[in-house]
């Protein structure tokens, strides 16, 4: 608190100081037309700002500024995320915008003029410039986002609306907030400036112009002080709502699936005559196995051999060149080599964004307890360390309803005896589902009771 009215009374201070620079210099010039100073600038506004005729001009000048704002931002958001996620659309838009960026604020002001006529000008103009702006942030912020995020929850098949506030709102915000900042700026300069040359009735623009064919310098600089006071409020207060809107706390809605996803799933898991490269590099070549339902497997194999690409062939997230692979039904639980968390949830919220409708967070918090201290369960994933994060993961994959599990070295980072627990956690919620377990640890394959799955005796090991 200290600090803070330290770095306002600083402030203040230097406000004031240049205040009496300005008002110094008036009165070494002695002439009201040259420069007056802050008090006869005071004095205008103190003579008018109780008359209707002063709102009306205020309120208009606003809304019509607000107007083009909130149109270039509603249109600049829907255009950017559609952009993100379309390369034509972004090339065929790209000129325009770059058009609109590269010609002055007087061209279009004359320009638009012609078209709009004056009483419209100020939101058109306001438009033209602060869209281009809001565009570039939010076609930045949406392609921010962590890819393998994106990939979790493409695989958890998450409903639409938890991606847009786990997944997207984090990664998204920043780039908003930032490029509301810079575009509110210029949608009052511009705004003002198009008033200047149109000079609606009852407008800011028009009273500025007014002083200066009047020669009324106090005038001008006491308009100029109330474009600058609206600017700075509605900056405020809509980085204000913004800013509440990127914390605002959401509760995760259930995901929606069939009957028949939900049930134990207990079917093989085949490849046939699968083989995956990368241009000259083999990853594998010609690999054939039937991993039987009901099953926990554990395949094991020496670094860079093809488990993951195995595991992201499996989910559809890796082509391969040649083969057939045949999973069980309804969607898997995955515990991927990263964590693949959303930091800024709880862990209790991390599982409830993918669990199916009917699995409360009270349920999913009973169930953390068992691996996690309780303590825990309501903090950020972000203040977790990286073993707690871990078991997050392994509980997500076990609670999400799935129809089979794959755990790519799920206990990397966890202690001998934090490992004993997790294994015995997975053991008790596996629920009969075929699982494949890639490990390193021979001891963990005994521990899970698992089918051993020897890399090299399914295929040729990769160079790699």
């Known amino acids: 608190m200290r600090g803070s009215a330290g770095k306002l009374l600083s402030r203040a201070g230097i406000t004031v100081f240049w205040l009496l620079v300005w008002q110094g210099l008036s009165l070494c010039l002695h002439n009201s037309i040259l420069l007056s100073g802050p008090f006869e600038a005071a004095a205008y506004l ?3 700002i109780f008359a209707i005729s002063f709102w009306k001009t205020v309120g208009n000048s606003f809304l019509h500024i607000f107007a ?6 509603i249109t600049g958001v829907f255009l950017g995320v559609l952009s993100a996620g379309h390369l034509l659309l972004e090339k065929f838009l790209s000129p325009l915008l770059q ?10 002001v004359v320009l638009l003029l012609i078209f709009t006529g004056s009483e419209k000008l100020s939101i058109s103009v306001t438009f033209l410039m602060a869209l281009p702006i809001i565009y570039q942030n939010v076609l930045e912020g949406v392609r921010n986002t962590d890819a393998e995020l994106l990939e979790m929850a493409q695989i958890f098949k998450m409903p639409l609306r938890n991606r847009i506030f786990f997944i997207y709102r984090p990664s998204f915000m920043p780039f908003l907030i930032s490029g509301s900042k810079v575009a509110l700026g210029m949608s009052f300069k511009a705004g003002v400036a198009a008033e200047v040359i149109g000079t609606p009735d009852f407008s800011i623009g028009e009273r500025i112009y007014m002083s200066k064919i009047y020669l009324d310098t106090a005038g001008l600089f006491a308009w100029t002080f109330v474009v600058i006071a609206l600017s700075f409020l509605f900056e ?6 913004l800013a509440l809107l990127g914390n605002a706390k959401i509760k995760p809605v259930p995901l929606k699936i069939c009957t028949d996803e939900k049930k134990e799933n207990s079917g093989d898991i085949v490849i046939s005559s699968l083989s995956k490269h990368y241009g000259e590099k083999h990853i594998f070549t010609n690999i054939s196995h039937i991993f039987s339902g009901s099953r926990i497997h554990a395949l094991m194999g020496k670094s860079g051999c093809g488990k993951t690409t195995l595991f992201r062939i499996f989910l559809g ?17 995955v515990v991927f080599q990263e964590n693949r968390l959303c930091e800024k949830e709880t862990p ?27 303590e825990c369960l309501g903090q950020p994933v972000e203040q977790l360390s990286g073993g707690m994060k871990r078991r997050t993961a392994i509980a997500r994959a076990l609670l999400c309803d799935s129809g089979w599990l794959l755990l790519d070295e ?5 202690d001998e005896e934090t490992k004993k627990r997790t294994i015995d956690f997975i053991l008790r919620y596996r629920n009969k589902r075929t699982m494949i377990v890639a490990t390193h640890q021979i001891e963990e394959v005994e521990k899970l009771s698992a089918q ?13």
Do not use: Y
């Not at 405020?236 to 709502?241: N, V």
């Not at 799920?410 to 966890?414: Q, S």
């Open 452 to 464: 051993l799955v020897q890399w090299d005796q399914i295929g040729e090991e990769s160079d790699g």
């Open 68 to 73: 083009g704002f909130m149109l270039a931002f």
């Open 236 to 241: 405020k207060g809509f980085l204000l709502l």
């Open 410 to 414: 799920p206990f990397t980072g966890l």
């Open 99 to 108: 058009f609109m960026k590269a010609v002055p604020v007087a061209s279009f």
């Open 46 to 48: 103190e003579e008018h």
């Open 348 to 374: 209790v919220r991390n599982i409830s964004m993918v669990a199916a409708k009917g699995r409360t967070e009270e349920e999913i918090k009973s169930v953390l307890s068992e691996i996690l201290p309780e």
């Open 317 to 333: 997230l890796t082509d391969f060149e040649q083969g057939n692979i045949a999973v069980p039904q309804g969607r898997c639980g």
